[in-house]
């Protein structure tokens, strides 16, 4: 396994350099593909993308937003591309914000990064209307669409009166100069604890990032991404968006988590960005429909016995050949996933592979733009979350004598600092090393394995150290378990730590098993068949760490936006009460 080969890639020196050059390369291709209102497609290439972002920078610059914040909410979508380079290319400070956000949490943080303007999506008319009438210090309201309210200016408008000033002769846009260490970019996180804190990045922290996974995962301008995630979280936005920039790839966008499915058909995408939950869905959805068709299980497992046989012995591939149903739900052409935000069950990355496709995960987060570790085309463990991209050190800090501890990461990549909070700064960056909180180790070939997160971690009354995650990923293992939260609470009477799991049933796989398509939750059956199950992870388990009491939820758990459970939200609602295992 080849760690240290790399793939050539071009240096960039920001943002801005980046797209010149990929217009300069690639300026007929398709950089984004649309489906028009008709339900036809169109091409947008790279010079006609390059043009909108210089008209609509030019746009903001005659109207004084040199040097000031844009918000920006919205779907992912094209005029979210635009503005965000348009801004970030020398305007001022961009500050993408999840659209999915309550109404009173826009506002606040609209009023913390002081936003002179707001670009928006007409989808959100309703909640940019009500932050509007209690907030007076935005000056501009720009609406991506043209049925817009009269104070607010469509997207369109200022394009062309971009394209008016830069047919005059104006060439204030090109001009700008971009300092690569100016914070540039505030990226508001509330992590899973609901505490946000803004994480300013620069042009050099992202363009490590996207130089860095060029070097390891070969992309071409013949691949297609399907942007899925959301582009207000750096990780879709660096990987999903900017790389495939870099690369002069194109980029479709899906319409929404139920459309996934003829999206697919219809972009034919070769890369997918995407999360395990997903991944693992799809994963079991595949194996689900084989065992209800006589014979399909059989075939599958041959299947992939041979496939294997002859690919790892003689390197003969007849994986898309063989498993050719499979790809075509996927469109036909997808060869790569890449995914991160939590850990994928390396089984499901096996699976995959065994098929014909590959899955490369990665660990990252916001400060670090986003990726520190990924695995790589020639080098890869299922069960690890990679080596660190080119630039970028990390380190296990006091490790513990398995070699368990907090991950710490050296790098270009790593954020400014936090906006207006130097205090926090300086906890979490310590002599140029950002503590990030998560607990891993590494083993002699380099590759880092995440066990859990500092915050997370049960500690027992004599100091043993349960990380939930290891827990959860027995659990999940079984079929009849949707979702699950370990969790530790202390005893009032024994003062002892207690571990407990909440989870939420895999319905349909319960009364297919029980015969029963009427089912509810609150059934002794379904208590029964669970408590079954976390008996037998418990016998996986040294005594320490056994499950003790179970909650089963009448709905899915509270989740960000990039589909992680909110973990501290588990004891909030939904529960029924807790029965012993």
Same mark, same amino acid.
């Given at each position: 396994?080849?760690?240290?080969?790399?793939?050539?890639?071009? +240096?960039?020196?920001?943002l801005?350099?980046?797209?010149?050059?990929?217009?300069?390369?690639?300026?007929?291709?398709p950089?984004?593909?649309?489906?028009?209102?008709?339900?036809?497609?169109?091409?947008?290439?790279?010079s006609?993308?390059?043009?909108?972002?210089?008209?609509?920078?030019? $746009?903001?610059l005659?109207m004084?937003?040199?040097?000031?914040?844009?918000?920006?909410?919205?779907?992912?979508?094209?005029?979210? *591309?635009?503005?965000?380079?348009? !801004?970030?290319?020398g /305007?001022?400070?961009?500050?993408?914000?999840?659209?999915?956000?309550?109404?009173?949490?826009?506002?606040?943080?609209?009023m913390?990064?002081?936003?002179?303007?707001? &670009?928006?999506?007409?989808?959100?008319?309703?909640?940019?209307r009500? !932050?509007?009438?209690?907030?007076?210090?935005?000056?501009?309201?720009?609406?991506?669409?043209?049925n *817009?309210?009269?104070?607010? &200016?469509?997207?369109s408008?200022?394009?062309?009166?971009?394209?008016?000033?830069?047919?005059?002769?104006?060439?204030?846009?090109?001009?700008?100069? /971009?300092?690569?260490?100016?914070?540039?970019?505030?990226?508001?996180?509330?992590?899973?604890?609901?505490?946000?804190?803004? @994480?300013?990045?620069s042009?050099?922290?992202? *363009?490590?990032?996207?130089?860095? &996974?060029?070097?390891?995962?070969?992309?071409?301008?013949?691949?297609?991404?399907?942007?899925?995630?959301?582009?207000?979280?750096?990780?879709?936005?660096?990987?999903?968006?900017?790389?495939?920039?870099?690369?002069?790839?194109?980029?479709?966008?899906?319409?929404?988590l139920?459309?996934?499915?003829?999206?697919?058909?219809?972009?034919?995408?070769?890369?997918?960005v995407?999360?395990?939950?997903?991944?693992?869905?799809?994963?079991?959805k595949?194996?689900?429909?084989?065992?209800?068709q006589?014979?399909?299980?059989?075939?599958?497992?041959?299947?992939?016995?041979?496939?294997?046989?002859?690919?790892?012995?003689?390197?003969?591939?007849?994986?898309?050949?063989?498993?050719?149903?499979?790809?075509?739900?996927?469109?036909?052409?997808?060869?790569?996933?890449?995914?991160? $935000?939590?850990a994928?069950?390396?089984?499901?990355?096996?699976?995959?592979?065994?098929?014909?496709?590959?899955?490369?995960?990665?660990?990252?987060?916001t400060?670090?733009? +986003?990726?520190?570790?990924?695995?790589?085309?020639?080098?890869?463990?299922?069960?690890? $979350?990679?080596i660190?991209?080119p630039? /970028?050190?990390?380190?296990?800090?006091?490790?513990?004598?398995?070699?368990?501890?907090?991950?710490?990461?050296?790098?270009s990549?790593?954020?400014?600092?936090?906006?207006?909070?130097?205090e926090?700064?300086?906890?979490?960056?310590?002599?140029?090393?950002?503590?990030?909180?998560?607990?891993?180790?590494?083993?002699?070939?380099?590759?880092?394995?995440?066990?859990?997160?500092?915050?997370?971690?049960?500690?027992?009354?004599?100091?043993?150290?349960?990380? +939930?995650?290891?827990?959860?990923?027995?659990?999940?293992?079984?079929?009849? !378990?949707?979702? *699950?939260?370990?969790?530790?609470?202390?005893?009032?009477e024994?003062?002892?730590?207690? &571990?407990?799991?909440?989870?939420?049933?895999?319905?349909d796989?319960?009364?297919?098993?029980?015969?029963?398509?009427?089912?509810?939750?609150?059934?002794e059956?379904?208590?029964?068949?669970?408590?079954?199950?976390?008996?037998? @992870?418990?016998?996986?388990?040294?005594?320490?760490k056994?499950?003790?009491?179970?909650?089963?939820?009448?709905?899915?758990?509270?989740?960000?936006?990039?589909?992680?459970?909110?973990?501290?939200?588990?004891?909030?609602?939904?529960?029924?009460?807790?029965? +012993?295992?």
């Amino acid at each position: 396994m080849n760690t240290k080969k790399l793939y050539y890639t071009r +240096p960039i020196r920001d943002l801005k350099d980046m797209l010149a050059q990929s217009v300069a390369l690639f300026g007929n291709r398709p950089a984004f593909i649309k489906k028009n209102a008709d339900g036809s497609m169109s091409e947008i290439t790279y010079s006609t993308f390059g043009n909108h972002v210089k008209a609509l920078g030019t $746009a903001f610059l005659d109207m004084g937003l040199k040097g000031k914040s844009i918000a920006l909410i919205g779907e992912n979508r094209y005029e979210w *591309c635009v503005t965000y380079m348009a !801004v970030v290319n020398g /305007v001022g400070t961009i500050v993408p914000l999840d659209k999915e956000l309550p109404v009173h949490d826009i506002q606040n943080l609209l009023m913390e990064s002081q936003a002179d303007a707001v &670009v928006f999506s007409g989808r959100h008319l309703n909640a940019v209307r009500e !932050v509007r009438d209690k907030i007076s210090g935005i000056k501009h309201w720009v609406c991506m669409d043209d049925n *817009c309210e009269e104070w607010s &200016v469509p997207f369109s408008v200022l394009i062309e009166k971009g394209e008016q000033s830069l047919a005059a002769g104006t060439d204030d846009f090109d001009c700008l100069e /971009v300092d690569p260490d100016s914070a540039m970019i505030l990226i508001f996180t509330s992590g899973t604890t609901g505490f946000a804190k803004g @994480v300013m990045l620069s042009h050099r922290n992202i *363009c490590t990032v996207i130089t860095g &996974v060029s070097a390891t995962v070969k992309v071409t301008p013949d691949d297609r991404v399907l942007s899925i995630l959301p582009l207000h979280h750096t990780y879709e936005c660096t990987l999903g968006f900017l790389t495939i920039i870099y690369h002069g790839a194109s980029i479709a966008f899906n319409e929404g988590l139920r459309h996934i499915a003829r999206n697919m058909q219809e972009y034919s995408p070769t890369i997918l960005v995407t999360v395990p939950l997903l991944l693992e869905n799809v994963y079991k959805k595949v194996w689900t429909q084989a065992e209800k068709q006589k014979g399909m299980k059989g075939k599958l497992l041959t299947g992939q016995l041979i496939s294997g046989f002859l690919y790892n012995i003689f390197r003969i591939d007849i994986r898309r050949r063989l498993f050719a149903k499979i790809h075509e739900n996927f469109g036909g052409k997808l060869r790569l996933f890449i995914t991160g $935000a939590a850990a994928v069950d390396p089984a499901v990355s096996k699976g995959f592979r065994k098929w014909g496709f590959s899955v490369l995960q990665g660990y990252g987060l916001t400060e670090c733009a +986003p990726l520190v570790t990924g695995n790589r085309d020639c080098a890869y463990r299922d069960s690890s $979350a990679g080596i660190p991209i080119p630039g /970028v050190e990390i380190k296990i800090h006091n490790p513990d004598k398995n070699g368990i501890g907090e991950i710490i990461v050296k790098g270009s990549n790593v954020m400014l600092g936090y906006f207006k909070n130097e205090e926090e700064t300086r906890r979490v960056i310590i002599n140029g090393w950002f503590h990030t909180g998560d607990l891993g180790k590494i083993d002699r070939r380099g590759f880092l394995y995440i066990t859990g997160r500092l915050k997370n971690v049960i500690v027992t009354k004599n100091g043993k150290n349960i990380f +939930p995650e290891e827990l959860e990923s027995y659990i999940k293992e079984s079929p009849y !378990v949707g979702e *699950c939260v370990v969790y530790g609470e202390q005893d009032e009477e024994s003062g002892e730590t207690q &571990v407990k799991v909440q989870i939420f049933p895999n319905l349909d796989a319960i009364r297919e098993k029980l015969k029963n398509v009427n089912l509810s939750i609150d059934t002794e059956e379904i208590r029964n068949l669970i408590r079954d199950v976390i008996k037998s @992870v418990n016998r996986k388990l040294p005594l320490y760490k056994h499950i003790r009491y179970i909650s089963i939820r009448a709905s899915e758990f509270e989740k960000t936006t990039s589909q992680k459970i909110k973990r501290y939200s588990h004891q909030l609602s939904h529960v029924r009460e807790e029965y +012993p295992v």
